[in-house]
């Protein structure tokens, strides 16, 4: 019974003592950063595979949220400061083929990184960098002026990679823009996945 009063006292003192901690930077998402998710929640998006099977990709979610991020302290205590930061984040499913992607953005200034849209398909995942007014920042053999998928021409084209955390064959490569979001997935087997 004594232990557990001196650990509730020694919990009152170490967090109940503590003063509200200050906000010290608060870094939002521009209105360019904003547009690199075209996405709406309950959006229906076709896509047709290079067979010719046509299926729905369902934005499940979308939405922008603030985040506080605390220091990280090595003994329990209380924290003086944090900094927020925005995130918004977008989850599309599809039924059959069974697919999900998550593609997120945050304006965390801190993480010493570029910007970047990260995207994530069943396992397979690509960090798309952009500079401080959400171009993407790409070479010349990622970036198509025009492309033509599916009969449709699409304008500011970025073609990226993906690095895969399983050794099984997935996906290999998404055409992107900033009008329609992703406009085809390829698999390591050439099969695509194109908008409709």
């Not at 605390?70 to 984040?89: N, V």
């Not at 997120?104 to 398909?121: A, D, K, T």
């Not at 690509?126 to 500079?131: A, F, K, L, R, S």
Request: net charge negative.
């Amino acid at each position: 019974m004594k232990k557990i009063i001196y650990l509730a006292l020694l919990t009152f003192i170490l967090y109940g003592c503590c003063d509200d901690p200050v906000e010290r930077a608060k870094y939002e998402l521009s209105s360019n950063e904003m547009e690199i998710l075209p996405y709406e929640l309950g959006q229906k998006i076709q896509f047709v595979t290079s067979n010719g099977y046509e299926f729905a990709f369902d934005v499940k979610t979308a939405q922008t949220e603030w985040i506080e991020k605390y220091p990280f302290r090595e003994f329990p205590g209380c924290s003086d400061s944090y900094f927020s930061f925005q995130e918004t984040r977008v989850i599309l499913e599809a039924d059959y083929p069974k697919i999900s992607m998550n593609l997120n953005i945050n304006s965390n200034r801190e993480n010493f990184r570029e910007s970047c849209l990260n995207i994530g398909i069943n396992n397979h995942f690509i960090n798309m960098e952009y500079d401080k007014n959400a171009n993407f920042i790409v070479n010349d053999s990622n970036y198509s002026d025009t492309i033509t998928v599916n009969g449709k021409l699409y304008k500011n084209v970025y073609r990226a990679d993906f690095e895969s955390s399983e050794p099984k064959p997935g996906f290999s490569s998404i055409l992107y823009n900033k009008e329609y979001g992703i406009i085809q997935i390829k698999d390591t087997k050439n099969e695509t996945f194109s908008i409709k």
